[in-house]
């Protein structure tokens, strides 16, 4: 559906540090940057990318849910965020009121924005 989701960030460098460390369990990584004012683009596999610049105003707090291809790639993606700084909204896990096999883990973001790493795969 998309090519590529921008978002404004409050502390671009503090933004751009956060989120390579959190998404690398899940294969993405920083794959372009220029000036703070126009950005990061972290990308995985496929052809979407999911980027970062300076912003001057506070937009509302977003929910950004990412696909993860394993169980253990949420779990990796839930350490990996409290590590840098994230703020835990949900612990790896089920979460069955929306599907049966709908894994994910949820942390809030140096913006305050509601961040989770989901995966749809049955257990292992």
Known sequence: MFDHVKIGVSDFAASRDFYAKVLA???????????????VELCGDGPVSFCLFQATEKPAHLHLAFA???RAQVDAFH??????GARDNGAPGLR???????YAAFVIDPDGHNIEA???APAA
Not at 26 to 39: D, Q, R, T
Not at 79 to 84: F, I, K, Q, V, W
Not at 96 to 102: E, I, L, M, S
């Open 79 to 84: 350490r990996a965020a409290l590590d840098a």
């Open 68 to 70: 993860a291809a394993t």
């Open 96 to 102: 069955p009121q929306y599907n049966a096999t709908y």
């Open 25 to 39: 369990p899940l294969g993405i990584a920083i794959v372009a940057e220029g000036e703070p004012s126009y950005g």
């Open 118 to 120: 989901v995966t749809h």
